[in-house]
């Protein structure tokens, strides 16, 4: 898929955006967690949240629902305010995930306790649950400050502009036949946590820059050079190579690896299983590599441009785009899902016209 600005090839309609859509009648509960685990929850097992650690409060004779509301109240169950879902240790219960290698396979909790929002004691719940004027639920009465249940994470309503990109560029004008370095940053990193976050072994963030003409056809792709001085780098620019394994490498076929146009730069984990082979199963991992942007992080890349002689004469536009989805098509594929969106986070473009005769 070439991946240009056509928004139409890549944006579905608003609703199928930002959740993922399932035929009716199918209801909130059937999309995973209801209401009931994350208010029946009363505490931790212990002090770090992990691996679905929570202390319930339910069952026969006990229907005391908990929150962070001021004063609760309802008809039909008991209530109490809680300061556990006031807070990221709430989330941190089914976010963290160590598998039994001691590698943290799920860590958007903990990657948000060592950011600037942490120590601002801006939580989960401020971005993925916002505050808003209404009722809590439809008896409820109406209040000024509760919280929106809308649980956005990796679709278009929260992707697009979690990052910026840049092109370092300021000529108009080239010359045929010339050798251009280029710098493009990503920076802006909106998120409170990594980015991508979540289930990292399938989420990518990658960064095409090409040139195009003046009717948005690919005459160019710029690939990223490769850094020599990383060993982990080849993990960082996309490649199909069949090395990627839907559990353990003893079991099932290779799968390729990113399943995206080759050359990119790809800020991603991947996660490698007892035999050093990349694997989409989490609990087979013993090592991650990664690179995924931080909140707050200017990244630079640094590439050459080998202006073509053909094009002199012509005005061309240098394109730079950030890309998401949340799993591999190689991968979906596989599952027999279909393939994931790929959502365009940020773009920037430079028109410059290449001087001389034809």
């Known amino acids: 898929m070439q991946q240009g600005l056509r928004s139409e090839a890549v944006n579905p309609p608003y609703e199928q955006r930002w959740r993922n859509s399932l035929p009716a009648p199918k209801h909130g509960a059937d999309r995973g967690v209801f209401c009931d685990f994350c208010h029946s929850i009363r505490s ?8 679905h650690n929570y202390m319930p409060d339910a069952g026969p004779g006990r229907n005391k629902k908990r929150a962070d509301l001021e004063f609760p109240w309802s008809p039909y169950h008991g209530t109490q305010v809680s300061e556990l879902h006031e807070g990221a240790d709430l989330c941190g219960i089914c976010h963290n995930e160590k598998n039994p290698f001691g590698v943290w396979v799920k860590a958007t909790q903990i990657e948000w306790s060592d950011t600037v929002y942490a120590r601002r004691d801006i939580s989960c719940q401020w971005c993925h649950m916002p505050p808003r004027a209404g009722k809590p639920a439809k008896m409820g009465r109406e209040r000024p400050w509760n919280h929106a249940h809308w649980f956005g994470g990796g679709f278009t309503g929260f ?16 010359p045929p036949g010339s050798i251009v370095p280029l710098e493009i940053t990503v920076g ?23 040139v195009y003409d003046a009717q948005g056809n690919e005459l160019q792709h710029l690939p ?72 707050g992080e200017t990244r630079r890349e640094r590439y050459t441009w080998n202006v073509p002689a053909r094009q002199a004469g012509t005005e061309v536009c240098l ?9 591999a ?30």
Do not use: C
Request: hydrophobic residues 35%; charged residues 25%; negative net charge.
């Open 188 to 210: 802006d990193i909106a998120t409170g946590h990594l980015f991508p976050t979540g289930a990292t072994e399938e989420r990518d963030v990658w960064l095409r820059v090409a």
């Open 319 to 327: 394109r730079a785009t950030l890309w998401y989805r949340r799993m």
């Open 224 to 295: 990223v050079p490769p850094n020599p001085q990383d060993p982990n780098d080849r993990y960082f620019i996309t490649s199909n190579v069949r090395e990627a394994y839907p559990s353990h490498s003893d079991y099932g076929p290779a799968l390729a690896r990113d399943a995206l146009p080759e050359g990119d730069r790809i800020y991603q984990d991947v996660f490698l299983d007892s035999k050093g082979k990349v694997t989409f199963g989490q609990w087979y991992a013993v090592r991650i590599v990664g690179n995924r942007l931080k909140p």
């Open 329 to 358: 098509d190689s991968h979906a594929e596989h599952l027999g899902i279909d393939k994931r969106p790929h959502l365009l986070v940020s773009p920037d473009e430079k028109r410059i016209q290449i001087v001389g005769n034809p």
């Open 159 to 174: 992707v697009e502009g979690a990052a910026a990109v840049t092109i370092h560029f300021h000529e108009d004008t080239v």
């Open 44 to 51: 931790i097992a212990n002090r770090q949240p992990f691996n």
